[in-house]
């Protein structure tokens, strides 16, 4: 399952030089899809369309690496935070990317010489273009999860020891929170009662950094990634099938059986999901296991389906990805492995 879209001398390879049309968003925005693993909202609804018309009115917006910046070029990065339901309805508007970027400059003192994404995977990598493109700026090509997570504090600028503040947050409207001197954990809590008296959405900008920064630290080539992917590069399915039954129980918790058809006939899949699918078992084997990125993906209509639309019936394949090297690492499982979403039961070789 090792897949990485990988360049000459082993680095991850860039959209360096190219630009972000509406050609090109269209593969992204499926790869975005891929990559939120079930969760992080779906950007077909809302944001594919948002950035499709920033990219028509304003123009495509360029792709850069980190190291093509200087070193201490101020990035800002951007993202949604709250319910992919609220989203849909509350669509902003042309203003708040410039609102959002007067706010941060205002309280760094430093004019924001590029955009970052904060988070691939979802509907927030096309709303990292749609803000670009207003903003007349680049987008690095990377982000700071390489799929999507539900805590704002699961990144890897978070594993880094990046400060989090000051985070800003921002409704359609102009208004604005400020939180600073918060760690990761506290930033999560802080927020999320920000997000509910906002009404459940906000657009924010968290663990503001240099250009040299999000070269050392960030998820590099993650929209190269995401193009690659939504373009069917990488590795095969591992299952054909339909859903053969899906179980909510009380909380977030979800499980999914999958039928496998085809030359997949006589296989059972089950899927544990929280707001995203975090384990894919068969015969007591596991297939994936968070932190890898699984995703059911529409065998008709070849978009990702996200863990609340998945219903009997549905046929799909499952694919499973890497994430990036670090979320492997000893403290990136703990921030976003197993146990983290109550798996202490499962390994990579199955059940314990």
């Known amino acids: 399952m090792g897949w990485w879209p990988i360049g000459r001398r082993g680095r991850a390879r860039t959209l360096s030089g190219m630009q972000m049309d509406a050609g090109v968003l269209a593969d992204f925005a499926r790869g975005c899809a891929v990559l939120g693993s079930g969760g992080g909202g779906s950007p077909a609804a809302v944001t594919r369309p948002l950035a499709e018309q920033a990219i028509e009115e304003c123009g495509p917006v360029p792709v850069v690496a980190a190291g093509e910046l200087p070193e201490d070029a101020f990035v800002m990065p951007v993202g949604l935070i709250g319910s992919p339901a609220v989203a849909e309805e509350r669509i902003g508007s042309r203003a708040e990317p410039a609102r959002m970027r007067e706010r941060v400059e205002a309280l760094h003192g430093r004019p924001v010489a590029a955009v970052l994404c904060s988070e691939i995977g979802g509907l927030n990598g096309c709303t990292a273009v749609a803000w670009a493109a207003r903003l007349g700026l680049p987008l690095l090509d990377a982000d700071a999860m390489g799929r999507a997570f539900p805590r704002m504090d699961q990144?890897?600028?978070?594993?880094?020891?990046?400060?989090?503040?000051?985070?800003?947050?921002?409704?359609?409207?102009?208004?604005?929170?400020?939180?600073?001197?918060?760690?990761?954990?506290?930033?999560e809590e802080l927020a999320r009662a920000a997000v509910a008296t906002?009404?459940?959405?906000?657009?924010?900008?968290?663990?503001?950094?240099?250009?040299?920064?999000?070269?050392?630290?960030?998820?590099?080539?993650s929209v190269t990634r995401a193009v690659a992917v939504g373009r069917g590069e990488g590795p095969p399915a591992l299952l054909t099938g339909k859903v053969a039954s899906v179980r909510r129980d009380v909380g977030d918790a979800t499980r999914v059986l999958l039928e496998g058809t085809g030359t997949d006939a006589g296989r059972l899949v089950r899927i544990e999901a929280r707001s995203e699918f975090v384990a894919a078992l068969e015969d007591g084997r596991t297939l994936a296991l968070v932190p890898d990125v699984i995703a059911l993906v529409d065998v008709h209509s070849g978009w990702a389906v996200p863990v609340e639309e998945v219903r009997y019936g549905l046929r799909v394949r499952l694919h499973a990805l890497p994430s990036a090297p670090v979320w492997y690492s000893e403290a990136g499982l703990r921030l976003a492995g197993p146990t983290a979403f109550g798996l202490h039961g499962l390994t990579r070789e199955g059940a314990s």
């Open 198 to 221: 906002f009404g459940g959405h906000a657009a924010t900008s968290e663990y503001p950094l240099t250009a040299g920064q999000a070269a050392r630290h960030a998820v590099a080539g």
């Open 155 to 187: 990144n890897v600028l978070e594993l880094a020891g990046l400060r989090p503040g000051p985070t800003v947050l921002a409704d359609e409207y102009g208004r604005t929170v400020v939180l600073d001197h918060v760690d990761g954990p506290w930033l």
